[in-house]
């Protein structure tokens, strides 16, 4: 295996892209297994960590699967699934769509590129640096700084209507360091997780690595409660405040069924709340957590959504009965979030500002909201159905007359326009052709109504 110097593309995809043709070419038989991470690694000179990003890349795309402490495993590819799979890598591989700038970006997880208030944090960042109290030349607590675990809990018993004591919050890098250290957590009872349908691309490809995932499809209400019972997991990761991606909220009455399963099987909520503050027609819903303080409930957050994703800083509340085994735990570990980032946040919360923030882009965003669907209401009215608004930083389109989903993407494509596939998001189901996700944080609000009208004439006028 080669990598391409002259490449533009990130290394991982250079990596992912040389496996899948090989595996489409059959060069990897169905069934034959990868060399491990620290194998590929070492032969190709770059991080452990380029490579499990490589994989978990072809994971996600459904080319190779994991087997718990074995390794993993070529997938098979039905042969005109495979002709087509290398006819787009050979035709993609020359200008990856990862650097490509497109006249409009539909991404679902972007966020206004002049939201982030850098003089604001800059002050908060040189207070602390000024602080008696902050020792640059000391380890991090493992858990997070105590102030801002306090100012956390705080803020989110007022907002959210979280209730736990600081010693059960741990302050981490996202949901993916969150998701990480739930499964060591659970582990030692837990070997099957139920997981939305459709749902987030990271929790499956996090729990996966240690448990087998049932997925659980969804109705109005979100995560369908049946279906879940019979799923005999002992864990389930749901995002009931705005199911992601749908857009649905989970009503009180399936809240309750599923806080009554969880009693009765002795099982694990993992509660995301990725995006609550993010409401545009009535209050933020509060969290499920909330409603079983005392349960064996994980809740986590972060704030990628409202400030950065670049900040790196997210939250994992821990129920009351794993809080000993963590505290083994940590003695092994420093905080993965640096002192300085913690404090500058902590000063935010304390000093009031953070709340100030987050009423500001409530506003910038249900602006972007509101014009994003009266543009897609006077472009697209009567091909499409609106489902999901109200929240977040995307809506759902439901097209009429249901098209494939590569038609549609590959039609915003031909006008340099990106949306991104929901397909990623089913594991069991295939109901995703004929349905869109537009995201609206990146796209300025002037921009809109013009970003909505290209890509209508993309969809219904160049068929």
């Known amino acids: 295996m080669l990598l391409r110097n ?66 993993y495993f070529v997938c098979g590819l039905y042969r005109d699934t495979a002709d087509s799979n290398l006819q787009k890598l050979q035709t993609d591989r020359p200008s990856p769509q990862s650097n490509r700038k497109f006249l409009y970006d539909f991404h679902t997880g972007r966020l206004d590129e002049a939201s982030f208030p850098a003089a604001l944090w800059m002050k908060m960042e040189q207070e602390a640096l000024r602080d ?69 691309r990271i929790p499956y490809l996090v729990f996966e690595r240690k448990f087998k995932i049932v997925p659980v499809p969804l109705d109005e209400s979100g995560m369908m409660t049946e279906p ?43 509660e995301d709340d990725y995006d609550a503050e993010l409401r545009y027609n009535s209050l933020p819903v509060p969290a499920l957590q909330g409603m079983f303080p005392d349960g064996n409930v994980f809740y986590t957050g972060s704030v990628s959504k409202v400030l950065s994703p670049a900040i790196r800083l997210g939250y994992l509340i821990i129920p009351e009965s794993v809080k000993e085994k963590y505290i083994d735990y940590a003695r092994q570990y420093t905080s993965s979030v640096s002192l300085l980032t913690q404090a500058t946040m902590t000063r935010l919360i304390e000093k009031g500002y953070w709340d100030k923030h987050i009423l500001k882009m409530r506003v910038i965003y249900k602006k972007k909201h509101d014009l994003l669907i009266q543009s897609v209401q006077r472009y697209m009215s009567d091909q499409v159905e609106i489902t999901g608004q109200g929240a977040g930083l995307h809506i759902i389109l439901r097209l ?35 349905i869109i996700a537009l995201g609206f944080g990146s796209i300025a609000a002037e921009k809109l109504d013009d970003a909505v009208a290209c890509l209508s004439r993309a969809w219904f006028l160049d068929k």
């Not at 640059?136 to 607590?141: H, I, L, V």
């Open 132 to 200: 008696s109290q902050i020792s640059m030349a000391q380890y991090t607590d493992p858990q997070g700084e105590i102030r801002l675990r306090n100012a956390l809990c705080s803020y989110l018993l007022k907002s959210r209507g979280v209730t736990c004591s600081s010693d059960r919050i741990i302050i981490t890098s996202g949901l993916k360091e969150s998701l990480e250290l739930v499964s060591d957590l659970i582990s030692d009872r837990v070997n099957t997780i139920a997981i939305e349908d459709p749902g987030y």
């Open 228 to 270: 879940l019972i019979k799923s005999k997991a002992q864990a389930v990761y749901f995002t009931p405040s705005h199911q992601a991606p749908m857009g649905m909220v989970m009503d009180l009455k399936r809240r309750n069924e599923i806080i009554e399963w969880a009693k009765s099987a002795n099982a694990y909520l993992i």
């Open 400 to 434: 009429r007359n249901s098209r494939l989903e590569s038609d549609l993407i590959q039609a915003a494509l031909d006008r340099n326009i990106h949306v991104r596939p929901l397909s990623a998001g089913y594991r069991s189901s295939k109901g995703f052709n004929g």
């Open 6 to 71: 002259t490449s533009e593309s990130p290394l991982y995809i250079q990596i992912s892209n040389d496996i899948k043709e090989r595996i489409i070419m059959q060069e990897f038989a169905e069934g034959e297994i990868l060399p491990s991470v620290r194998k590929l690694s070492v032969d190709l000179n770059v991080s452990r960590k380029t490579v499990s990003d490589a994989y978990d890349l072809l994971l996600s795309e459904g080319y190779i699967e994991s087997r718990d402490r074995i390794g």
